[in-house]
């Protein structure tokens, strides 16, 4: 099946504890799908009342589990999530939907629920036609026996090549009660004719409607998952669903239903919060990477012109490699600047590896020292900063180095 | 100076020999700008009446010479080309351009014509001033000594990390009169802080008008440099030159002045012919490759459409290391046809390695044998067909694989 995955120089030491959200409950299972001696099938049971909110990914040659995932959003309620690892149903024609189909089926009966109500996400490998009969039969004891304390099993199960599981939880009011939001992803680790695949499942107790928690996942995705990237491949999986049960409502929090609404300024921060470390979770799990790099672009039009620049820089693979090399290669965000198209002032770019200018009014720096900024190279995250010199809008992307592991990860699989 | 390059696989065993062509003549010298031991400076004198035409990178951040390029083919006249490697005279501010000015003064007084009949051409180091007193003297002697037989000294002198140099010729009748085109370029090889910079000069003695030697460039430049690509990133030197002598006029053959004239058919499908040998030979010095690729995209609704679907498979770090390790990853083109944006009918898609059929109407081909498309994949030329499903239109797009040694080449210089 492949090399074995180094683990991520970022890995944390141990892993947050993530406390049972009241309304949701998981269960998980091996049902061999793939994979061997692992679990490779989630179950997440929501109480009535759960709302729905998503965001999908733009891929033209989405997988079959996206579009039953897109078609029941417009309800936004749900009632059980069923998630497998090891084939991603992507590209799979007829027999795809027709696997989506049973899955619904089988989890609408375990969770008495309308097929509306069912929520699938797939990852691993695509153009295998995948099985629902390994699995659907497992899913109604598996809804019976989910138990609410069990974040750390759903995050593993839903792990490819992951080389870690990607776990965040926050905490915030709305008036004067506690809610919880806790989330789980995983990330760009590729193994066998597989893809960068990005799940992330966000639960939380609060009572918020579902075009409220719609409005904001649509906006913090834009700036915490889409403002990552490990190779500027975009999946035909990418999937992140939120769910609110709405049991803080019992505790006395007031339901809220416009996004807008002051009382849940402080929820919507937390849970940029925790969409934002997640994402951070994933680039720093990238394959084969040695580097965290965050670019941060500054001077720009506007936050999109600013998002592309930095995400010119982030997607180069030349750029990459340099920072893999330990070489402090501004030359390589010059081009980077220049080929992203947006709005850039030559004569007036600057550039900055940590914090030393490296590049200021169009030029190499008066202070440029390249033994200081090679000695910055070595460290294990790299921030890079850019001024445009044309606006005051900014924006900052998360990504990794590129290394001859993300080659051997991707190239030599086989061997 | 970093790792010695490895010869491509795909360099030539011998070089194609270029005949002169009348009214032009090239020197070279080794003005020791960053190299030792080698030419590094490039001039070629054209007779009166040569006109010109070009096309330049669209990177926000040109360089000088390409700023100088763009503004002296306004006038579309020609009499002295300066070209340099081992420094890009790229990001350089004020000194960068008062090296553009130096050069074009002392190139006009060798060439006794005005500053916009100086064309000047720059590829190396970026962010480095570009010391144009170290060359500028030298140019009135070098067009004194002049001489037309020259083309593969010519084409040597502008490399960088290119591994061969390239060069091409082709013969075209305009009437009844026998016209030679010869061209040669520069690639993407890359070591030291530089980055992938193309050059490309074209010689014809053909009597051609200068808006109609633009318009065939600026067509032909579409299909042929523009559809090829080694890791996507567009260099702030990009430069295409085209200069037609006239000399064909004292032949017998009538001036020009349309490209849509029909008398000028086949020197049009000459000069495009040309060119994409040129691109093509370029994808083959990639760096650090070990297969030249190439994407054919059918069934798609524009050229555009196919080409930017055929240009996502060929800049797709996961696809390009999958065939590297000669893994016919079919999965990983659905993954990049869908990240294109463009339309494509999931379930009529179809994908060939080859001769054969991996992947059709939207899921596995029923005939895909892995074996056998393995044992295809060990070719050092491969071509990937796709078809959109969603129209006619279709486009090719040259690149190379994702090796190891290009990370290497641009990681591990300093080493």
Not at 375 to 404: E, F, P, Q
């Amino acid at each position: 099946m492949g090399k074995i995955m180094t683990l991520s120089p970022f890995a944390p030491k141990s892993l947050a504890h993530l406390p049972p959200i009241e309304g949701v409950r998981f269960a998980t299972a091996e049902a061999g799908i793939r994979y061997k001696n692992r679990t490779d099938l989630l179950v997440a049971v929501m109480d009535a009342g759960t709302t729905a909110a998503g965001v999908l990914t733009q891929s033209k040659t989405a997988s079959a589990p996206v579009l039953a995932c897109r078609k029941h959003l417009k309800k936004g309620e749900a009632r059980i999530l069923v998630v497998n690892s090891g084939n991603a149903n992507a590209f799979t024609g007829k027999k795809g939907r027709e696997a989506v189909d049973v899955t619904v089926r089988h989890a609408a009966a375990a969770a008495s629920c309308k097929p509306h109500e069912v929520f699938v996400a797939s990852t691993g490998v695509i153009g295998e036609p995948l099985e629902a009969g390994k699995f659907a039969h497992l899913l109604g004891k598996l809804a019976e026996d989910a138990v609410p304390d069990a974040f750390e099993d759903a995050a593993r199960a839903i792990m490819t090549t992951d080389t870690y599981p990607k776990v965040a939880t926050r905490i915030a009011h709305i008036g004067d009660a506690e809610v919880t939001i806790n989330g789980f992803c995983k990330g760009a680790g590729m193994i066998a004719p597989d893809m960068a695949t990005m799940l992330c499942f966000i639960f939380t107790d609060a009572a918020i409607g579902a075009s409220a928690l719609q409005e904001l996942v649509t906006q913090h995705a834009k700036t915490t998952f889409n403002c990552m990237t490990v190779d500027g491949d975009t999946s035909t999986s990418d999937t992140c669903l939120a769910f609110a049960t709405g049991a803080a409502a019992a505790r006395g929090q007031k339901p809220i239903d416009k996004a807008g609404s002051k009382k849940l300024k402080a929820f919507s921060d937390a849970l940029h919060d925790l969409m934002r470390d997640l994402a951070i979770q994933v680039a720093k799990d990238g394959e084969g990477l040695s580097k965290f790099v965050t670019f941060e672009v500054g001077g720009a039009k506007s936050w999109a012109a600013a998002r592309k620049i930095a995400l010119a820089c982030a997607n180069s693979p030349i750029l990459k490699a340099a920072i893999a090399g330990e070489d402090p290669n501004w030359g390589r965000v010059v081009m980077a600047v220049g080929k992203s198209g947006e709005a850039a002032d030559r004569d007036k770019l600057a550039i900055w590896f940590g914090t030393y200018c490296v590049a200021r009014d169009g030029e190499r720096a008066q202070e440029y020292d390249e033994k200081t900024v090679a000695a910055y190279m070595k460290n294990r995250d790299i921030v890079v900063r850019v001024d445009a010199g044309v606006g005051k809008a900014s924006a900052t992307v998360w990504t990794c180095d590129l290394t001859h592991d993300y080659i051997s990860i991707n190239a030599d699989y086989r061997s």
